[in-house]
């Protein structure tokens, strides 16, 4: 049963993503397309990815989501939220793509310059097991 509820995310971290380092963070990606396989994913078969963002104004994750969709992504999750008395912003960018390293590799740099364009934090992405 775990194996169909797991959710696996390649988390940077809240608030620590670099927009400005646009470079995959690639031993993650492959810690959980490891993961993924391990649990019973399929590789061949598409998977939704989703790209999570994270902003400190209204606008910005407006922007990214409406940027994001030009560009053939779907939009979910959306929402806001306050920690520790700051209001933040997010928000998921969606694609199905298959668990190929190169192409997520090449994703998590489009998801990067998004973030760097809108200053936001870009924080990983996710994707459920699919068999």
């Not at 310059?113 to 699919?130: C, H, M, N, Q, S």
Request: glycine fraction near 8%; include cysteine.
């Amino acid at each position: 049963m775990r194996k169909y509820l797991i959710s696996l995310f390649a988390i940077l971290g809240f608030g620590t993503a670099v927009a400005s380092e646009l470079t995959p963070n690639i031993d993650g990606n492959t810690k959980t397309i490891n993961a993924l396989l391990e649990a019973g994913s399929d590789p061949s078969k598409a998977h939704p990815l989703e790209y999570h963002f994270y902003c400190f104004s209204e606008e910005c994750i407006i922007s990214i989501m409406n940027k994001g969709k030009l560009q053939g992504y779907q939009v979910a999750n959306t929402g806001d939220n306050t920690y520790e008395g700051t209001k933040y912003w997010y928000g998921d960018l969606i694609k199905d793509t298959v668990l190929d390293l190169k192409i997520i590799n090449q994703e998590n740099v489009i998801m990067l310059k998004l973030a760097k364009e809108f200053r936001a934090d870009y924080d990983g992405w996710g994707t459920p097991v699919i068999k």
